[in-house]
């Protein structure tokens, strides 16, 4: 379980980082949009593999078969910056395109005419 | 005050964001609240000045929830949070003093503010939090409002620009939030405390160090040095002078105070961490600051000459940490060349941010902050060039200004340590850093105007500077003040530096002190404390 999840968050970066590359600015975003997603599974590895322990609710008795609850949490906010990173993002983006009607980076260089 | 009043760091800036963005039809009432709250925030700046320097070093936590320390969220006044707290709200609060009565246009309208508030909770935070993972958060709160910020009345190519801050620093946040769930998974703590007990102890896990070098690529992002600092020179000259000298004070200067945090206190003794990271730090001091310097040289307008600048000043800093870690260095070699990157730190701040609101004053007097198109603001703008020439000499570091005695101890222990080829790149890059602060003064002020220039008989245009002028004075006069009383800034940076080196009274404030030397599993002990 945790080797594919491991597997997993590689094909995201590798993926990721392919979009990043691209020249156009709609690709870049989402790329880093993936590679949050990429970020969020790395830490869910980190709490190790579920299977056969309990969810974390405490009475005290079981200690150590809990799944770690911390990363949850971490990812829980790791989620909620991330989701207003990304709408803030795609505002800009839409903006851009109202006002540039373009989102490839090399032409945003060009210099508006005044 | 009791120590839970350190809550008021975040607490202040937080309440007078949010107030000022329900009054955001109201511009004076955003305006009172705002110079109520940056004075209020100076006020528990000194206060915590005072109450950590005084009579020792004494350390403020808090605990939130009263959750114990190493699961809780835990917030930490040191020396060194105190003094960057104190000089950061009275940055903030003079860079206000100026936007208030400079900033033109949509900077004006009613969510400027409650970003500027905003912003310096983020940055305060990150001063204060003693985990990383709110350390991630702080970053992402900083780095929200600085985006905002930004887009605030974008030109195209501002909007180009802004898109490669947004996304180069997302990426740098995304990689911190990977490091830091990984260091989770190999070391149990995301605490501060927790995790320099772990490496004072040499328990680190082999596993962690290449996770701990990545956040040498985390942090070097955000500090701009070489070689992640190609995003800067581009960005910050796009930005109104104001808002310039904001972000050149504060968001540069939050990278090198967490680069401290983390590698001085953290994992500053800890051989396999520092035998990866030394070198890096080392060849990268060196040749950040003196490519900073030498883009500086060659630029030709005031605000691009100041972000490049930026950069060269960053190099002095990660110096200072790079001399600071390592074993088999004297204490006080060690401790000294700490003090000498935080009194850079502290000096930059003031300094740095003053030469940017001066750029936007010249702009405003001369219409343009293009060297060759401007002159004779000497005879224009007598206070602004003296402000100015203050301002750019202490950031020479000519004594007896402040910019001499950072340079002075990061040089010294560059020396003592036998680094002479970084002091040598040190000086030389002192010496053009005069070179390039003194072009601006002789084109701009000393040489006499272009005959292009018509605002000199021009009787209609009256620059509208006081406010401006009152907003550089109160920081070049705290830059005079770090030069002429010195051995006092000095002698604080040394306390910060001590408990830097010996983080023995850090880890016991925070964890209590039956945690410290000990071996047991923090789970198992603190189950044992309840019961």
Redesign the interface.
Known sequence: MTILTSMMVGVIFAASIYLMLGRELKGVCMGVFLLGHGANLAIICVSRSPLGKLPPILDGSAIGQYVDPLPQALILTAIVIGFAVQAFLLTLLVITWRRSTTLELSELAVEEPE | MPNHMIILFVALPMAAGILSLMLHRFHRAQRVIGVTALLANVAIGVWALATVLNPASRILTSQMGNWPAPFGITIVVDPLAAIMLSICAIVCFAVYVYCISQLTGKHQGGYFHPLYHLLIFGVQWSFITGDL?NL??AF?IML?AS??VF?IGT???Q??Q??KY??LN??GS??F??C???L??QLGTLNMADITRIAMAGELPATSIPVIALLVLVFGGKTAIFPLWYWLPDTYHTLPAALGGLFAGLLTKVGAYVMIRVFVMMFGLSGPVVDVVKPILLVSAGVTMFLGVLGAVSMHTVRSILAIHIISQVGYMIMGIALAIGLGIAVESRELAVAGAIFFIIHNMVVKCSLFLCGGLIHEHAGSDDLNKIGGLVRRAPWLATLFLIAALSLAGLPPLSGFFGKFLLIREGFGQGHYVLVGFALATSLLTLLSMLKIWSYGFWSPAPPEVQYVRNPAHRPRTAGGIAGIALLVIVALTMGLGAPLYVKASRIAAQSLIDPTPYVAAVLGEQYVGDETPR?AKV?EHDE
């Open positions: 993972f991630f958060v992402e929200m985006y905002a887009i030109s195209r190519e909007m180009r802004a898109y947004i996304l997302l990426i995304t990689m939030v990977t830091a769930g990984l989770y998974g789970l189950i």
